[in-house]
């Protein structure tokens, strides 16, 4: 049974950082990709960025570049978000996903606010 934990999440002002994680447990087959979403309330879920396992090519959603890094940790089945100059918006659920063994799964979520 995969499970994904996510974590990090909190109240951060405009401007400021937060660092999501995800640790991603129980998967019997290799992880090909570890990515993030997320969903605003009312709108649609949406892609934020993903790398491969092997750490190449991680790839950012326009409205998210040179202000999100994505990395991961195999040692610890771990992927990571640095959120950096946060604009404000309200709350957002930010989901962790990973490929694995030709499916997809996903975290609970981790709900970020940026609010001053």
């Known amino acids: 049974q995969v499970q994904l934990v996510e974590s990090g999440g909190g109240l951060v002002q405009p401007g400021g950082s937060l660092r999501l994680s995800c640790v991603s447990s129980?998967?019997?087959?290799?992880?090909?990709?570890m990515g993030w979403f997320r969903q605003a309330p009312g709108k649609e879920r949406e892609f934020v960025a993903n790398i491969t396992w092997s750490g190449d090519n991680p790839y950012y959603a326009d409205s998210v570049k040179g202000r999100f890094t994505i990395s991961r940790d195999i040692a610890k089945n771990t992927v990571h978000l640095q959120l950096d100059s946060l604009r404000p918006g309200g709350s957002t659920v930010y989901y962790c996903?990973?490929?694995?063994?030709?499916?997809?799964?996903w975290g609970q979520g981790t709900q970020v606010t940026v609010s001053s």
């Open positions: 996903s990973i490929v694995s063994g030709r499916q997809r799964y």
């Open positions: 129980g998967s019997s087959y290799s992880i090909s990709t």
